[in-house]
């Protein structure tokens, strides 16, 4: 009899079933209060009952623990400063996606050396988050499939679905699922329609084929996420954070029953793929917020250490601490003085209207 399965694996290799991984690096209570207070805010925001704007801010993605905790130590301090009037999560980056190939996160190739080591990725990525969560400090990631999220979501602050993955049935059920508020993208060409939909389908009950706590495959039946919300990026057509691509998106939100408040996306196509850019877009946006757009409830921003980008190189001794290995961000310097700079103005402006 002809072969006619698995012709192209090379190989099934086993992996510790999220239970225990849980086992082996339980949630503390401190990280416990972090999520769920976390969280709880994030929707109070989302729902325009707690006035300051979010800010989801660090690296593009994560690839050295210990630049990434001297990054969150500075965060949080920074963080601390500013809570009155803005809310800051760390962007904790763990996965990819790539437009053809390319190195595809920590959980798949820790070492950066094509070994796909993805049981020490695991495990690096949930000791990294309990980390960051035991300092106060919320996180907030991409998640690009449905098994990952059964190791390290129960860590998570916010969760976000990107531009290459929103119009995803698989994604939007997964989002279904999630404990935490969910961001959906517009699609790469800048379309908004595949975000509403996503946030619609997100929000209804779902049931589809995943994996169990003991990593068994299963029937996951899901009530459906009410706490999603829109993050425009931009895209092939241009940037779309202007007051008239904002208000355009605020309306669409609403027409279809959904949160018609926006988070903004600094980089990516409304930086025209330019680090150096994603100021002039905050900026830009945080003036709009002051003028009086309220559904203006948050940014990103694409952010490390060191300012730039460089290649993945497996000899670690070779890459500059605390720079990018995939997307350019700005460096620390720059984000703290947008961030404080940012809370003066919101501050003053708030005192005047007090």
Not at 32 to 61: H, Y
Not at 62 to 79: S, T
Not at 182 to 192: F, R
Not at 273 to 291: E, G, I, M, P
Request: hydrophobic residues 35%; negative net charge.
């Amino acid at each position: 009899m002809k072969q006619t399965q698995n012709i192209h694996i090379r190989a099934t290799i086993p992996l510790i079933s999220p239970r225990q991984l849980k086992h082996e690096m339980p949630m503390s209570e401190a990280a416990n209060q972090t999520v769920f207070e976390s969280r709880e805010t994030i929707k109070r925001i989302l729902q325009g009952q707690d006035d300051r704007i979010m800010a989801l801010v660090g690296p593009c993605s994560i690839h050295d623990r210990e630049a990434a905790l001297d990054y969150a130590r500075r965060l949080r301090d920074v963080a601390e400063q500013v809570k009155d009037r803005i809310y800051v999560a760390m962007r904790v980056y763990f996965e990819k996606p790539r437009t053809t190939v390319g190195w595809k996160g920590l959980i798949n190739d820790p070492h950066l050396d094509g070994t796909f080591d993805i049981a020490t990725g695991v495990r690096a990525a949930r000791s990294l988050l309990l980390e960051v969560a035991e300092m106060g400090l919320p996180t907030a990631t991409e998640l690009l499939e449905p098994i990952t999220p059964q190791y390290i979501a129960d860590l998570l602050t916010v969760a976000s679905i990107g531009a290459r993955t929103t119009e995803s049935p698989t994604h939007r059920q997964m989002a279904s699922g999630l404990s935490m508020p969910v961001g959906y993208k517009n699609g790469t060409d800048g379309n908004l329609q595949v975000a509403l939909d996503a946030m619609i389908a997100a929000q209804s009950a779902h049931n589809f084929l995943g994996i169990d706590e003991d990593g068994q495959t299963a029937i996951i039946s899901t009530t459906g996420n009410q706490d999603g919300f829109l993050i425009v990026r931009g895209g092939r057509s241009g940037p779309n954070f202007s007051a008239k691509h904002l208000g355009d998106a605020s309306q669409r939100l609403s027409a279809l029953h959904l949160t018609p408040r926006v988070v903004i996306d600094c980089s990516h196509g409304n930086s025209n793929k330019d680090y150096k850019q994603q100021a002039t877009v905050w900026n830009d946006v945080v003036s709009q917020r002051l003028a009086g757009n309220d559904a203006i409830i948050g940014l990103m921003l694409e952010s490390n250490i060191n300012p730039g980008q460089q290649k993945p190189d497996s000899d670690r001794t070779k890459l500059t601490y605390g720079q990018s290995i995939t997307d350019a961000c700005i460096g620390w310097e720059e984000t703290q003085e947008l961030l404080l700079g940012t809370h003066a103005k919101l501050a003053k402006a708030f005192a005047s209207t007090a």
